[in-house]
C-alpha cells in the first residue's frame, strides 16, 4: 500500500474560520511533509515533520500550523487566512532518513482549499 | 541553493512520437531524482525515482536518465499515447538533509489523437 489519504478534499472557509487539514500515511514513513501549490506553479515546500519532530519551516506564517500527533498522521490548522492562500494543500510522506532507503516521496491527492 | 528547470513549459506531440522531457538542476549534491505526473486539480503521482549513484530507471514505457555532474535528467515516454497528456514534473532531494525535495516548474504535455 503507497497511500497518502487527505482530507477534506475540497475545502470552502471565511477568512474568521478556524479548520485543519489531515493526512495519513500507513507505510511505516517517519518523514512527512506539506506542500502548497498554486495554479500552473509547482509545489512549494512548506513543512517537513521528521520522526515526529518539526525539521523545516520554510518561514510560512503563524496562520499555518502543522502537527504531527503519531507517526502516520499530520494536520495542517488554518486559522485567519486570506484570499490568496486559495491553493492546493498537498501532504507527502517517505522513509525517514538518508541511508534508510530510495527516499521515495508519495502525495496525497491534495485538498483544495478556498478562502472567501 | 538548489534550483530546478524545465524545459519545455508545454509540449504537444501526435499520438504516437516519442516524448523527451528534460530537467536541470544547479547543485549536483543530490541524494536522488524523482519524476511524477499530475493530472488537472489531482495529487502527484510517482513515475520513476533515480539514485544519485545510478545512470537510468525504467519502467514500462518511461526511461529516465541522470548525469549528475552535468546537473541533468531527461524523461522518456515511448510511443506517446492520449492518456500521456497531463503535467510531469521533476524534483530533486538534497543530498546531506535528505528531506528537502525541490521540484521543476513542470512540462505540460498533449498528446493529440
Known amino acids: 500500500d503507497t497511500e497518502v489519504t487527505q482530507t477534506p478534499k475540497h475545502l470552502v472557509m471565511g477568512m474568521t474560520n478556524k479548520k485543519s487539514l489531515k493526512c495519513e500515511q500507513h507505510m511505516g514513513h517517519r518523514a512527512m511533509y506539506w506542500y502548497k501549490q498554486k495554479a500552473k506553479k509547482p509545489p512549494e515546500l512548506m513543512f517537513v515533520?521528521?520522526?515526529?519532530?518539526?525539521?523545516i519551516n520554510e518561514s510560512v506564517p503563524s496562520r499555518f500550523s502543522p502537527e504531527c500527533p503519531n507517526s502516520s498522521l499530520l494536520n495542517l490548522h488554518l486559522h485567519a487566512l486570506q484570499p490568496e492562500d486559495s491553493a492546493l494543500y498537498l501532504c507527502a510522506s517517505s522513509q525517514g532518513k538518508v541511508g534508510l532507503g530510495f527516499l521515495e516521496a508519495f502525495f496525497g491527492q491534495g485538498t483544495r482549499l478556498t478562502v472567501v | 541553493k538548489q534550483e530546478v528547470t524545465q524545459i519545455p513549459a508545454a509540449l504537444s506531440v501526435p499520438e504516437g512520437e516519442n516524448l523527451v522531457l528534460n530537467c536541470s538542476f544547479t547543485d549536483s549534491a543530490i541524494y536522488n531524482l524523482q519524476w511524477f505526473r499530475q493530472d488537472p486539480g489531482k495529487g502527484l503521482t510517482s513515475l520513476l525515482l533515480?539514485?544519485?549513484?545510478?545512470r537510468e530507471q525504467t519502467s514500462g514505457r518511461l526511461n529516465a536518465s541522470l548525469d549528475k555532474s552535468s546537473g541533468r535528467s531527461t524523461l522518456y515516454i515511448a510511443a506517446s499515447q492520449p492518456g500521456d497528456s497531463a503535467t510531469y514534473l521533476c524534483?530533486?532531494?538534497?543530498?546531506?538533509?535528505?528531506?528537502?525535495?525541490?521540484f521543476g516548474g513542470g512540462t505540460r504535455v498533449l498528446v493529440k489523437p
Open positions: 524534483a530533486v532531494r538534497r543530498g546531506a538533509a535528505g528531506n528537502k525535495l525541490t
Open positions: 533515480i539514485q544519485s549513484s545510478q
Open positions: 515533520y521528521s520522526y515526529e519532530k518539526l525539521s
